[in-house]
């Protein structure tokens, strides 16, 4: 298991990482409009792993988003760490994503030219923060690649990648790190490890975890699942790790209750 003390004090621990109350998102206007969230409220709370699942079209990322304040809701309020993201202008939402908010996606978005140890200082440099070499020996070392610092992506696995955008992500100690699909893109083995990583990060180090995944054996990893159908969160589900497998079939058959019903009612695209 790659070591994740470097994260020891970087937590800002507080009671909601993040909450939507009554957050609805509507695209477009009049007879076409399509409702992609329809007045959801969720708190995650810090230093806790949550999943997001539903069919396709059930407003999964809708809801990374506008938790992430990457998109604006309709309706409703989101509060980051406390702070209100609605009454901040678009510079005040991107210092706050910047400063407070860690991304990890599918598909790694690396900067190709930069090494590994470059793409984990890349924020701290667009934030102007001072850049700590032994902090980025440590990052790298805590995911495993302390051998790989000068590697580009291109000369690294699809899991070493994923494991430089988390390092990356947690550099500038987030309130929260949201992760999109981040196994989506791995084999089952490098998944495991990925998402094992995730695990020690909240278990060790209290870091809140917000990861959308259609995938019940990821869904397992985490404390809680959240599970949205036509744009409403109509189930949340306590995971119990002592037996991770059943979890894993459980998830698997709710999601599949949900995906039939959907289809049933035609209402999720």
């Known amino acids: 298991m790659p070591r994740t003390d470097w994260l020891v004090g970087m937590i800002d621990v507080r009671d909601h990482a993040v909450r939507l109350t009554g957050v609805r998102r509507v695209h477009g206007s009049g007879p076409g409009a399509v409702t992609a969230l329809a007045g959801v409220t969720v708190a995650f709370v810090s230093g806790t792993f949550t999943a997001v699942m539903g069919p396709s079209g059930s407003g999964k990322s809708t809801l990374l988003h506008c938790a992430a304040g990457l ?80 590697h580009r992506p291109s000369e690294l696995s699809g899991g070493q990648q994923q494991r430089v955008a988390i390092a990356r992500a947690l550099v500038t100690r987030p309130a929260v790190l949201f992760a999109d699909e981040p196994t989506g893109a791995l084999d089952t083995r490098t998944s495991r490890a990925v998402l094992g990583l995730l695990r020690e990060i909240v278990d060790r180090h209290r870091q809140t975890v917000v990861m959308v995944t259609h995938d019940p054996v990821a869904a397992a990893h985490a404390d809680r699942v959240i599970f949205l159908a036509d744009g409403e969160l109509v189930e949340e589900r306590a995971v119990g790790h002592g037996h991770r497998d059943q979890e894993a079939a459980a998830i698997a058959a709710r999601m599949a209750g949900l995906e039939s019903g959907a289809t049933i009612a035609g209402g999720v695209r």
């Open 71 to 150: 998109d604006r809701p309709t309706s409703g309020t989101v509060a980051v760490g406390g702070t209100d993201l609605g009454p901040l202008s678009e510079k005040a939402r991107t210092v706050l994503r910047r400063e407070r908010i860690g991304f990890v996606f599918q598909e790694f978005n690396l900067m190709p030219a930069l090494t590994a140890r470059q793409n984990i200082e890349l924020p701290l440099r667009l934030g102007r923060r001072r850049i700590d070499d032994g902090e980025i020996r440590a990052a790298l070392a805590a995911v495993g690649l302390a051998d790989r610092a000068d």
